[in-house]
């Protein structure tokens, strides 16, 4: 009697194993899908940008959470047809499922949170800054410098870039002067840092260590911290004394002259990058402005 109250246990265990299996493969697949669908579905960059940053790796954590447990309900139908009663071989089922699932979980856990930021880090770039058109005239924008924006922000969207809570991007119309500013979460995603490699290295403290006076440019440091080996570093950064008229009216070129042997470039982008160029004379780099674009 007790033997044949055991046999249906399992024979309804191993069928719920199964169907569960089925099920938490189909949930995963079905998050991984929806999220992708929905991505694809939000036309507006900004807004893209924002779904992406807030939910991508917490959607793709529970598709690696669905696997795990998937694989936990595969490992307990193992050997099916020779388990007939309970026994020590259904707790060493049971806890290798368990274990299985401990480590699928525990493995999708660490590369998301530590390496796959690198990865939407590339992706949310890709829409943070790829160019805005003015849907009043079609016109190309241009996204302003830090130094420039802040002629655009009231002084309570400059205390919150200040505190880090919240970052704003201005772009601006040079034909029409219509200006476009789009609000953040927070500062940019985190930067790779040097000692781990790991994409974990975020702005924790800006100082203004020199206020700009005069022609003399101030200096804002920025100092960093990685958020998994919890290493740091400092940056300086140039604070312009020019306002947004003087952008605008500051036309550069280059004067003729027969006895330069050699014109560099510094490249200054938006992301904090630099690039340095050098050329044989003033046309090939007035050909190389003119042709350039940033990646």
């Known amino acids: 009697m007790e033997s044949s109250e055991s046999g249906n246990f399992l024979d309804v265990w191993h069928y719920a194993m199964i169907i569960g299996a089925i099920v938490m493969v189909t949930i995963g697949i079905l998050i991984y899908l929806l999220h992708n ?34 694989l936990a309900f595969g490992i307990n139908t193992y ?36 390496y796959y930021p690198s990865k939407l880090d590339k992706k949310l770039k890709r829409w943070r800054y790829a160019p805005r058109y003015n849907p009043k005239t079609g016109n190309k924008m241009r996204l302003l410098s830090e130094e420039e924006e802040d002629v655009h922000l009231d002084e309570g969207m400059i205390a919150e870039e200040k505190v880090f809570s919240i970052d704003y991007d201005v772009w601006i119309d040079e034909k029409s002067g219509d200006v476009l ?3 953040y979460e927070g500062r940019l995603q985190a930067l790779q840092c040097n000692s781990c490699g790991f994409y974990t290295m975020r702005v924790v403290k800006e100082e203004v260590t020199k206020h700009p006076e005069g022609n003399e440019p101030g200096e804002l440091v ?16 140039r604070i312009s004394t020019k306002e947004a008229e003087d952008y605008k009216r500051d036309k550069f070129k280059f ?14 982008s938006v992301l904090g990058e630099r690039k340095h160029y050098e050329f044989q004379n003033i046309d090939q780099a007035q050909k190389f402005l003119s042709e350039f674009e940033s990646e």
């Not at 991505?39 to 669905?66: P, T």
């Open 79 to 114: 050997g099916i047809a020779d388990v007939s009663e309970m026994g020590i071989w259904f707790v060493v089922r049971l806890f290798m499922g368990l274990a299985g699932a401990t480590l699928v979980g525990y493995v999708a856990f660490l590369v998301l949170e530590y």
């Open 222 to 237: 920025k100092s960093y911290q990685c958020t998994y080996c919890k290493s740091v570093r400092a940056t300086s950064f």
């Open 181 to 183: 500013v789009e609000k």
């Open 37 to 70: 669908l929905k991505v694809a579905s939000i036309k507006e960059l900004h807004r893209k940008y924002d779904y992406l940053n807030k939910h991508e790796i917490k959607y793709y954590k529970l598709v690696f959470y669905c696997f795990g447990a998937a």
């Open 255 to 268: 004067r003729k002259n027969k006895n330069v042997d050699l014109v560099k470039l510094e490249i200054h």
